[in-house]
Nanobody, 112 residues
Framework: QVRLVESGGGLVQAGGSLRLSCAAS????????MAWYRQAPGNQRELVAH???????NYAESVKGRFTISRDNAKNTVYLQMNSLKPEDTAVYYC??????WGQGTQVTVSS
């Protein structure tokens, strides 16, 4: 079992920045992939970005050039730096481990 605890969400004006963090604990294995997803009201949950333990990353087209995913393997923590935020980035952001375990989610609201 893996527990994921997210932090860093909040309210920000358009053009602003936020940094999300997700700390994993429990049965952590090497060679894992961690990811951030988001879900806006009325929408399906979508992948924002993922990162392998080796540092390979993949981003949704809508966030490329604005968001950066990174991780600290020693701390089992993944980060999402979000810059140039837009109102359409408003959603609950979820951390994911190995495409299996989920965090509780953190709300990000971007005002226009």
């Amino acid at each position: 079992q893996v527990r994921l605890v997210e932090s860093g969400g909040g309210l920000v004006q358009a053009g602003g920045s936020l940094r999300l963090s997700c700390a994993a604990s429990g049965s952590i294995r090497s060679g894992n992939t961690m990811a951030w997803y988001r879900q806006a009201p009325g929408n399906q949950r979508e992948l924002v970005a993922h990162i392998t333990s080796g540092g390979n990353t993949n981003y949704a087209e809508s966030v490329k050039g604005r968001f950066t995913i990174s991780r600290d393997n020693a701390k089992n923590t993944v980060y999402l730096q979000m810059n140039s935020l837009k109102p359409e980035d408003t959603a609950v952001y979820y951390c994911n481990y190995q495409f299996r375990f989920w965090g509780q989610g953190t709300q990000v609201t971007v005002s226009s």
